[in-house]
């Protein structure tokens, strides 16, 4: 595709229930970003990929949230016992790193936007 | 400290108006540095990349200042449409991935 894509764009889910957000980068970005925003704050950084390795998932909250990435593709964030306070709009970006170098800009997707109810 | 820091805000300016942010980071060895920009609701937009030598677009310009690790936007002439929140990113951290700044957010008054 020609941008980033996540799907769901929006997810209403049940307090503790499990729920798995997918991202697509742009095809040949290596490094992909996962980031939180709750309304009206700032990005909130959760993960980041080069390749198929996380280098820094500093950012995770806890153990509940975990991130995986396959063939230096798609990723998909999961939350395992979702909480009111993980409602927020999860948001994926992709660039390229060439090797040995820096991310170039980095392009987002539309979000998906989780309601814990 | 953060490794990414910006101006607070909001800035809330007349229209016409010419309005500076600035963003200091943390990393000496930063290479990558842009603007970026989110409307409310939105995902972030890549407005402009910050070039050693400063670069301008319209009526933005964005200016690198190595020495004291900061970057700046200026934008003259201010429009409703300029109304925003302007994010500094920078390349850092143990990895070198971009780093986004909390963000400015801008409200241009008519």
Known sequence: ?117 | RKEVEQDPGPFNVPEGATVAFNCTYSNSASQSFFWYRQDCRKEPKLLMSVYSSGNEDGRFTAQLNRASQYISLLIRDSKLSDSATYLCVVNSGSARQLTFGSGTQLTVLP
């Open chain 1, 1 to 117: 595709g020609a941008g980033v894509s996540q799907s769901p764009s929006n997810k209403v889910t049940e307090k503790g229930k499990d729920v798995e957000l997918r991202c697509d980068p742009i095809s040949g970005h290596t490094a992909l970003y996962w980031y939180r925003q709750r309304l009206g704050q700032g990005l909130e950084f959760l993960i980041y990929f080069q390749g198929n390795s996380a280098p820094d998932k500093s950012g995770l909250p806890s153990d509940r949230f975990s991130a995986e990435r396959t063939g230096e593709s798609v990723s998909t964030l999961t939350i395992q016992r979702t909480q009111q306070e993980d409602s927020a709009v999860y948001l994926c970006a992709s660039s390229f790193n060439p090797t040995g170098g820096f991310d170039t800009e980095a392009f987002f997707g539309q979000g998906t936007r989780l309601t814990v109810v």
